[in-house]
């Protein structure tokens, strides 16, 4: 059984640095076709893909956020790491993690965290 | 950047009708389009991906259609369960999400 958490501050000032961990269970970042990603979701608007890592360690990035966008993975911990520099209210979503595999399917996004409330305000 | 524009923006319709939803394509993301579910204070849940093939566990009242840059998600026979938001989402160039559809009941 496939289950991804996601943990993290849940307010953060403008100007700071957001880390949100990805704790996930059920498989493994070190199986070949395997990535994790991550998705966000402002109040009551669609959703936005951030970022995704895969088994070899290759990352991919939104290209409007890639400036501000770092993730990394601990095959050991089961962990997922995003950090986002510069928070701004805008950045106020709720951000998801999920896992995709590039074979079983196709690399979209099977399995999601419940997704965790970030609020961005002084 | 692909745009993904989805329409309607709301459909309102009863249980037992048939639904059609669209998603156009800024430019062609070739068979590589997703559709997804999301209910309120949920996260979303694959249903289709590669514009026709069902994910997992998921009913055959709902298919998907279309290539290039014109989509469809049919859901032939409403159930109560189906009314939610819909969103498609491309992974031809990295991953962008339209607007979404909201389903409501009618």
């Known amino acids: 059984q496939i289950t991804l958490k996601e943990s993290g501050p849940t307010l953060v000032k403008p100007t700071q640095t957001l880390t949100l961990t990805c704790t996930f269970s059920?498989?493994?970042?070190?199986?070949?076709?395997?990535?994790v990603g991550w998705i966000r979701q402002p109040p009551g608007k669609a959703l936005e893909w951030l970022a995704l890592i895969y088994w070899d360690d290759d990352k991919r990035y939104s290209p409007s956020l890639k400036s501000r966008l770092t993730i990394t993975k601990d095959t050991s911990k089961n962990q997922v790491v995003l950090t986002m520099t510069n928070m701004d209210p805008v950045d106020t979503a709720t951000y998801y993690c999920?896992?995709?595999?590039?074979?079983?399917?196709?690399?979209?996004?099977?399995?999601w965290g419940q997704g965790t409330l970030v609020t961005v305000s002084s | 950047e692909i745009v993904l524009t989805q329409s309607p923006a709301t459909l309102s319709l009863s249980p037992g009708e048939r639904a059609t939803l669209s998603c156009r394509a800024s430019q062609s993301v070739s068979s590589y389009l997703a559709w997804y579910q999301q209910k309120p204070g949920q996260a979303p849940r694959l249903l289709i991906y590669?514009?026709?093939n069902r994910a997992t566990g998921i009913p055959a009242r709902f298919s998907g259609s279309g290539s290039g840059t014109d989509f469809t998600l049919t859901i032939s026979s409403l159930e109560p369960e189906d009314f939610a938001v819909y969103y498609c989402?491309?992974?031809?160039?990295?991953?962008?999400f339209g607007q979404g559809t909201k389903l409501e009941i009618k």
């Open positions: 590669d514009a026709s």
């Open positions: 989402q491309q992974r031809s160039n990295m991953y962008t």
């Open positions: 059920g498989f493994s970042l070190s199986t070949s076709g395997v990535g």
């Open positions: 999920a896992h995709t595999h590039r074979w079983s399917v196709a690399d979209n996004f099977d399995y």
